[in-house]
């Protein structure tokens, strides 16, 4: 009774919770069903029949908002009271088209609104609605094609971006080009540099402390001195540092001047 009853709920409402497959509940409702006399026999099973109303989503020329793919963002386009949803990041091609469908010349003419984002990128939320709003959603769509192809650290990416101020998708882009220079000790409470100093250690291959010196090593001037030689940081999401071939300026000359929200504490 509970399958016949999780059946029915799975079809009719589209989900059903995932521990739900002894629940005396749905075998009430697959008791009831069976007993009230609707089912009609065919050669596949019993067939019910609803009298819910159909709903027309597609009007045939605007599709209706589906997200058929993987995606990082999702943005309406309005236009004279039609939408179309995209999930970036998309082509050119399927942008224009969407525009097309809309009935406008060009994507400036239409309402761009941020929906939603993937839950795997929720931290960024804030930030890809500023590129929309400041960029337009070409800017957001490039950023979004970043997301989608590479593997991305995204809790060192923020890190990195606390620590520059950056805010363009541009300059965010470089910094996702060069995540892999910078090295992020997480979960590390604030000026913990005798906790820095004890996880470059670790992580060294050409520093080792002898045991019988460890209790007399100084490990938070050892911390403080790789935060000024490698351009350390203490962020929100840990503590950020250069670990690259060259210095912290490579990635900084790289960026494109924000003027006053570009920041780089400590250096």
Do not use: W
Not at 19 to 30: C, L, M, Q, V
Not at 133 to 149: C, K, M, R, S
Not at 225 to 243: K, N, P, R
Request: one cysteine or more; glycine letters at 8%.
């Amino acid at each position: 009774m509970a399958k016949v009853g999780r059946a029915y709920t799975l079809n009719t409402e589209g989900c059903v919770p995932a521990d739900s497959r002894y629940d005396a509940k749905y075998a009430e409702i697959g008791r009831q069903l069976l007993g009230s006399g609707r089912g009609i026999f065919t050669e596949h099973g019993l067939l019910f029949v609803e009298s819910k109303p159909m709903d027309e989503v597609y009007d045939g020329r605007v599709l209706p908002g589906f997200a058929y793919k993987d995606f990082i963002v999702n943005v309406d386009l309005t236009y004279k009271g039609r939408y179309e949803s995209l999930f970036l990041p998309e082509s050119r091609l399927a942008i224009d088209k969407a525009v097309r469908r809309l009935g406008a010349e060009t994507i400036e003419d239409c309402d761009c609104t941020y929906e939603y984002e993937n839950p795997n990128y929720g931290r960024f939320a804030v930030k890809f609605e500023d590129i929309l709003e400041n960029e337009g959603i070409e800017g957001l769509n490039a950023l979004a094609y970043q997301f989608y192809t590479y593997d991305i650290d995204t809790r060192k990416l923020d890190a990195a971006i606390e620590m520059t101020g950056v805010t363009s998708s541009k300059n965010i882009i470089t910094l996702i080009e060069h995540l892999d220079d910078l090295e992020l000790i997480p979960d590390i409470d604030r000026n913990d540099f005798a906790g820095v100093g004890r996880y470059y250690l670790d992580q060294s291959n050409d520093l080792e402390i002898s045991p019988d010196l460890e209790d007399f090593f100084n490990y938070e001037e050892f911390g403080e001195y790789i935060a000024e030689e490698y351009s350390g940081q203490f962020t929100s999401c840990g503590f950020l540092y250069y670990d690259g071939n060259d210095s912290m300026s490579e990635i900084v000359n790289a960026l494109d001047d924000e003027g006053s929200a570009m920041t780089m504490g400590g250096m």
